[in-house]
């Protein structure tokens, strides 16, 4: 009966994304549920849901995993608030609380923010940023990520 309302409910959710915020730029999984959009996300059956610019993300008691395209990966502490923005056509990573240590895909236009400072992000593993809880690993195992469909 679950998978019966949850799959739906993800369908849902992620027209919804394509059609009032545009095409999908990241992913976000997490262990435990988070917000996105204002919304409480439960995880049970779902492992990664889309984020659209425009998307704010904040976590309770687990970590969250942020997935861009271009193989960036965000990893959003604990109690942890953050938004994912368009501006002047650059994608922007704002943490507005919490911390956040950022995995760089070796050629990343993606710019980051703590608020209103510019975080400088180099290709590799980053010290953390922010204060408040340390990021810990998440301890669940995810399926790679779906392939990109082809539009034959």
Do not use: C
């Not at 994608?91 to 975080?119: D, W, Y």
């Amino acid at each position: 009966m679950l998978v019966r309302i949850v799959v739906p409910i993800a369908l849902l959710l992620a027209l919804a994304g394509f059609a009032f915020g545009g095409a999908p730029v990241a992913t976000v999984s997490s262990s435990g549920s988070f917000d996105l959009h204002g919304s409480t996300v439960k995880t049970e059956g779902i492992p990664y849901w889309p984020v659209v610019a425009g998307d704010e993300i904040a976590t309770h008691g687990s970590s969250a995993i942020i997935r861009f395209h271009d193989g960036t990966s965000v990893s959003l502490g604990e109690n942890s608030r953050a938004r994912v923005e368009t501006i002047d056509n650059v994608l922007v990573f704002r943490l507005s609380g919490g911390t956040m240590q950022v995995n760089a895909a070796p050629v990343s236009a993606i710019k980051f923010f703590q608020g209103g400072q510019n975080v400088a992000v180099h290709s590799g593993y980053n010290p953390q940023v922010g204060s408040g809880t340390q990021v810990r690993p998440m301890k669940v195992s995810l399926p790679p990520l779906p392939a990109p469909v082809s539009g034959k």
